[in-house]
Antibody, heavy 114, light 108 residues
Framework: EVQLLESGGGLVQPGGSLRLSCAAS????????MTWVRQAPGKGLEWVST????????YHADSVKGRFTISRDNSKNTLYLQMKSLRVEDTAVYYC???????WGQGTLVTVSS | EIVLTQSPGTLSLSPGERATLSCRTS???????LAWYQQKPGQAPRLLIY???SRATGIPDRFSGSGSGTDFTLTIRRLEPEDFAVYYC?????????FGQGTKVEIK
């Protein structure tokens, strides 16, 4: 059974940093692209970042480019999202997903507030 | 960036009725990269349809997808009580991937 478990969310001040993790199990992690999607409170889904299976290629939404970095450790079956220069508008539940969205984690809440 | 526009914003229907949800893209897309998701309150999205018309594993056959080019449709043949939720379409063909704003299917 595919399982994705996000962690690392919490309360952070504007301008601060946070690193999210997503522990994957139940599939061959190194064979699949992985994605981060976020959802602001009461809002719709927003794609954030995608990384290729090898980690050699990554894409980021314009709204986070230069501030967020997606990465992965295939030896640990773990996906990461390093978030810097956080803004109030980055407040959201962050989901990791396998491929474009075949399976999703339960999400981790990031709150950016002073 | 390809913009996805879903309509209607809210669909009020009774159990047993047919639901037809629309997703229009700002430019023609490869239908291989059009997906539909269902999301219930407090839950993660669940993949329903990928490649515009292929049902994901475990999805009941009352859900069907169709369309091509710029116009795509998700049809729920006979609404069950558990189908009342928010539905999103997604284009994942090329960066940036984009989602529609969602259609809420509520009980009338």
């Amino acid at each position: 059974e595919v399982q994705l478990l996000e962690s690392g969310g919490g309360l952070v001040q504007p301008g601060g940093s946070l690193r999210l993790s997503c522990a994957a199990s139940g599939f061959t992690f190194s064979s699949h692209d992985m994605t981060w999607v976020r959802q602001a409170p009461g809002k719709g889904l927003e794609w954030v970042s995608t990384i290729s299976d090898s980690g050699g290629t990554s894409y980021h939404a314009d709204s986070v480019k230069g501030r967020f970095t997606i990465s992965r450790d295939n030896s640990k079956n773990t996906l990461y999202l390093q978030m810097k220069s956080l803004r109030v508008e980055d407040t959201a539940v962050y989901y990791c997903a396998k491929n474009a969205g075949t399976h999703w984690g339960q999400g981790t809440l990031v709150t950016v507030s002073s | 960036e390809i913009v996805l526009t879903q309509s209607p914003g809210t669909l009020s229907l009774s159990p047993g009725e047919r639901a037809t949800l629309s997703c229009r893209t700002s430019q023609s897309i490869n239908s291989d990269y059009l997906a539909w998701y269902q999301q219930k309150p407090g839950q993660a999205p669940r993949l329903l349809i990928y490649g515009a018309y292929s049902r994901a594993t475990g999805i009941p056959d009352r859900f069907s997808g169709s369309g091509s080019g710029t116009d795509f449709t998700l049809t729920i043949r006979r609404l069950e009580p558990e189908d009342f939720a928010v539905y999103y379409c997604q284009n994942y063909g090329s960066s940036p991937w984009t989602f529609g704003q969602g259609t809420k299917v509520e009980i009338k």
